[in-house]
């Protein structure tokens, strides 16, 4: 993985600012062919990245970062930014267990002023940092760089309204790359937006206020003539109400444009929104036509792009929800289905299309997404909600007020359940089982394959309270599912294999690995099936019988389904040995997912290690 003779001379934002201007779209041509190279090797986020190449060699040519702080959003678009600020020969690791993050990290570098992963957030945290920047008496910038989709959620505009108040110096960029909210962007726009962004026209018009402010009623006149006039030639007028001076929209690939835009921008006091108009994938002609496809990829040839898999690819999780989803929907037509901007990851792009009617995407919602389903089952459908188990977190209120106390049959599809892989501790799903099992009026179920997914999803839509069917991403053992609806009872485990002494009580995705490790230890296996309500006969029965029992989950081993197992003994009395295999109290990093199981001991040859040295006598 090599860069070209320009690129390589970066290795910090003080090298990008000792370049004659002249070089930049040079710089960002190099730049995006060793994302193009660099991606196609490792794998990642290609599309988005592909967008702000030119955005984030502005930014780095025009402040002085690190000292001024860049606050990127999500962070899915950061790689120009990581190339840039020293970690270009790092990219051959992106992703990879101990390697470079695929998303900003503080911990990785004094660039990264924020970690981010999920989305809306940057604006609350540059806030913050301006603040503290005027407490300080520090004259520095800060500046948030969110995309357009980050803006449907409810937290960015809570942001927004704080900023118009907060009397600070900072620079909200709206990175738009896929909403119709502006007319095409052309050279009429950018010279706009130069002028407007200008001191010359900023000095007049704070002139102007001055001068009519003796005069109230002609300051109106004039605050109501100018809304009036931006409106027509620009979206701005939303963010003006917030208190932001808005400037743009402006072409986010054309440096010439942005370049001044930003300098005179910088110059400026007060909170300022900039309006960048880019293209996912910009650069590369597959990603530009198929942005979706090219959002996240794995491995591929860049000169012939990602080419279909040969032969009959496995069947995922992800794949098993999106069947049975529509299958459903022709058994009932209550059912209505749900997704926070997940269509794609989430597996519904098949019931969007044939069942147009009843599908909803909210956006980057996550808390509308719960509550909105909330009010649907009050009316008697049938609300599915899929969500990856992340995000759910960020809808946790919702869940237990607006849905659980209410005792309202809604769904939840929880995808990417445990170690999702490569995207790291911010996309692993370590907490769900915790957080959801302790919620009243909940059941929780955690399918062993892909065939028991399907029951289970069946079983939950059955239920007349709210549930929630935890899996993980990817593949399971294989197992295919029937196209029955068929149900499975609720709160009931099965014995997959009956052993002597010890018996491996497991859940979900961990399943398959505690039946191997049952092989080795000749030791009773327990398919679980059920967190909430667990199978309290089965649990009574299985101490009854045996010296040791082992709980296996991945989830966070505090407050897990290991936690509840103990629970039921100690409330029966039964002195029986529990031994706790989970995920630890810590942030799990980045890394494939088969290589984190076994470093956390969670394979078949972590639990055998854990079953001997706890039955070993020392």
């Not at 970062?65 to 990127?72: A, G, I, N, S």
Request: proline content about 5%.
């Amino acid at each position: 993985m090599t860069a070209s003779r320009l690129l390589e001379s970066i290795n910090s934002p003080a090298d990008l600012r000792r370049l004659d201007r002249k070089q930049l779209p040079q710089l960002a041509t190099e730049l995006r062919a060793f994302l193009i190279d660099s991606v196609s090797k490792t794998g990642g986020h290609l599309s988005s990245n592909l967008g702000t190449v030119e955005l984030t060699i502005a930014l780095h040519a025009i402040f002085n970062t690190p000292e001024d702080r860049l606050v990127w959003d999500v962070g899915h678009q950061c790689y120009a930014h990581k190339v840039l600020t020293g970690r270009r020969e790092g990219m051959s690791t992106l992703r990879m267990h101990g390697g470079v993050s695929g998303f900003p990290k503080r911990a990785e570098s004094q660039y990264d002023t924020f970690g981010v992963g999920h989305s809306s957030t940057s604006i609350s945290a540059a806030l913050g940092m301006a603040l503290a920047a005027k407490h300080k008496g520090e004259d520095r910038k800060t500046i948030a760089i969110i995309g357009d989709g980050a803006m449907s959620a409810g937290m960015a505009f809570e942001a927004m309204n704080n900023v118009g108040v907060a009397d600070t110096d900072m620079l909200v960029i709206l990175n738009d790359n896929e909403m119709s909210i502006s007319p095409p962007v052309g050279a009429l726009n950018n010279i706009l937006t130069r002028l407007t962004s200008s001191k010359t026209y900023n000095a007049a018009r704070e002139a102007g206020r001055h001068m009519l402010g003796f005069a109230p009623p002609l300051l109106e006149l004039a605050r109501r003539a100018e809304e009036h006039v931006k409106g027509m030639i620009a979206p701005g007028t939303l963010f003006e109400e917030f208190g932001f001076h808005y400037y743009g929209p402006i072409d986010g690939h054309d440096l010439d444009a942005l370049i001044p835009t930003l300098e005179n921008l910088k110059k400026l006091k007060g909170p300022k929104f900039l309006h960048v108009i880019t293209k996912k994938g910009q650069g590369y002609k597959l990603a530009e036509n198929d942005p979706i496809l090219y959002h996240g990829v794995g491995k591929f040839a860049a000169c012939d792009g990602i080419q279909s898999a040969k032969g009959p690819a496995k069947l995922t999780y992800t794949q098993v929800f999106g069947d049975w989803l529509c299958d459903m929907a022709k058994a009932d037509s209550r059912l209505v289905a749900i997704t926070p901007a997940m269509r794609e990851g989430s597996g519904m792009v098949r019931f969007s299309a044939e069942f147009a009617d009843r599908y909803f995407d909210v956006g980057i919602a996550e808390q509308h997404a719960v509550t909105f389903a909330a009010g649907l089952a009050c009316e008697g459908l049938k609300p599915v909600v899929a969500i990856y188990s992340t995000f759910l977190q960020r809808g946790y209120d919702q869940l237990v007020h607006d849905v659980a106390l209410q005792n309202l049959p809604v769904v939840f599809a929880v995808d990417r359940g445990g170690l999702v892989g490569a995207d790291g501790p911010t996309h692993h799903g370590t907490f769900d089982l915790s957080f959801v099992t302790c919620i009243p009026n909940m059941v929780v179920m955690a399918p062993a394959d892909e065939a028991e997914c399907r029951q289970m999803l069946s079983t939950a839509y059955g239920l007349d309270c709210p549930s929630m069917v935890r899996y993980p991403r990817g593949g399971g053992t294989g197992k295919i599912p029937h196209c029955s609806l068929d149900t499975l009872p609720v709160g009931k485990g099965e014995i997959r294999r009956q052993g002597k002494a010890v018996a491996l009580l497991a859940f979900g995705s961990l399943v398959p690995a505690a039946v191997a490790a049952g092989e080795e230890l000749d030791a009773t296996v327990a398919n679980m099936r059920f967190v909430k309500p667990l199978d309290v006969e089965l649990i009574v029965e299985l101490a009854g019988n045996h010296s040791l029992l082992v709980s296996v989950e991945e989830n966070a081993v505090i407050g897990g389904a290991g936690s509840e197992i103990e629970r039921v003994l100690a409330e029966r009395g039964l002195n029986v040995p529990v031994l706790r295999l989970g995920l630890p109290d810590r942030f799990i990093d980045h890394g494939e997912q088969g290589q984190l199981l076994a470093e956390l001991g969670l394979d078949k040859d972590g639990i055998v290690r854990a079953v001997r040295t706890r039955t070993t006598p020392q």
